[in-house]
């Protein structure tokens, strides 16, 4: 089942418009013809203003005990400098997980902190409670990632309640190069443990950093605090960053975003890409040659496919991203992937 259901997913690449060149990317097409799952899709949530700029993104999915479907994400404008203008975690809830309504929103202001970036948003395993993460410059300080207080359901969590849990490393010698930011915490209980994968920002470079914690409050670097696990190569030579991990058995699909240093604006144009690994630790990269998702329905400066959260339900794959349109808005838009589970076939 793993080597067809991976073999799957690289099959399911997209494929930009053939009209769409210049300096944005083409998905290479060396898998012959692929199939269109991720050129359908489910409108979940757009900005709060449809004007070029204006964001609603990065998605994180969990379900409650009843299976409804939970979802955190971040809101986006253009007034503010960039780097600040996520001005809000928005917390939203949905009985079939396309129809979403809000439920909380925790503004930045409330906290307070300058700006957002992507949350994450899970359910304890051994009580229960709803756990949620974001990001942000800390008290005037460098970004950090943040952690509120447990909360029984994911539309009562305090905005008061804010903590640093994971922030830049002092240097071990004068002459290191430490990573001195982090941001946009993807995380997972798994292996007996809970695991972080978040953007440090190295040489200002973002590339991908790993933690794990007993509680999911304190937290350690796994392995050297230094070392990211994605090198900066081949497609992804700009940036390199973390998007989702899912499990697949035996195993665990790692989903990673990048973008190149050819494409025009790379540190917001980005794409996906997919690794595989073992131990979480130590991942293979599928897609070395070229990013596997990005927007079939570009703008003229923009592709983006990224903040991906990936999640089975009854058999398939359900896919969370944000996704550039024509009109210069980001939205967040659900991609459903039918995988058989007797062979790891589509059907």
């Known amino acids: 089942m793993l080597t067809n259901l991976l073999a799957f997913l690289v099959l399911a690449a997209t494929q930009i418009p053939a009209d769409f060149s210049g300096s ?3 998905v290479e097409n060396v898998f012959g013809k692929v199939p269109d799952f991720f050129q359908r899709y489910d409108l979940i949530l757009q900005p709060d203003v449809l004007e070029e ?15 409804a479907f ?20 928005r917390i939203l809830k949905s009985p079939d997980g396309i129809h979403f309504e809000k439920a909380l929103s925790i503004a930045r202001e ?31 300080g460098p970004w950090s990632v943040i952690k509120f207080d447990d909360a029984p ?34 995380i997972l209980f798994a292996e007996n443990a809970y695991h972080c994968y978040v953007i440090g920002y190295l ?44 499990s697949l058995g035996i195993g665990y699909l790692f989903v990673y975003e990048g973008s190149n240093v050819s494409w025009y604006e790379p540190v ?22 070229s990013p596997l998702l990005l927007s079939t329905t570009p703008s ?5 496919w990224r903040y991906s959260s990936w999640l089975w339900v009854d058999g398939e794959l359900w896919v969370y991203a944000e996704v550039a349109a024509e009109s210069g808005i980001h939205e967040i838009r659900r991609f459903a992937v039918p995988v058989c589970k007797d062979n790891g076939v589509a059907r």
């Open 24 to 26: 944005s990317p083409a």
């Open 268 to 289: 917001y144009n980005i794409g996906t890409g997919l690794g595989f690994s073992f131990d979480l630790h130590n991942i293979q990269d599928l897609t070395p040659q």
């Open 300 to 304: 003229a400066a923009g592709h983006t």
């Open 153 to 186: 359901a994911p539309d009562q969590f305090c905005a008061a309640s804010a903590r640093p849990v994971i922030t830049p490393f002092a240097k071990s010698y004068d002459h290191d190069v430490v990573p001195t930011e982090y941001k946009d915490p993807v």
């Open 110 to 140: 409330a906290v307070p902190i300058p700006g957002f970036e992507r949350p994450a948003l899970l359910r304890d395993p051994k009580t229960g409670n709803a756990k949620l993460y974001a990001c942000g410059p800390w008290q005037g």
């Open 203 to 246: 040489r200002k470079n973002e590339r991908i950093y790993h933690f794990s914690s007993p509680d999911g409050e304190k937290w350690e670097p796994v392995g050297s605090p230094y070392e990211s696990l994605m090198q900066l190569q081949g497609w992804h030579d700009f940036f390199v960053r973390p998007a989702s991990v899912l």
């Open 53 to 67: 700029g204006w964001w609603a993104g990065a998605p994180s999915l969990m379900r409650d005990s009843e299976g």
């Open 70 to 89: 939970w979802m955190a994400c971040r809101m986006r404008n253009t007034t503010d400098p960039r780097g600040l203008r996520g001005y809000e975690i």
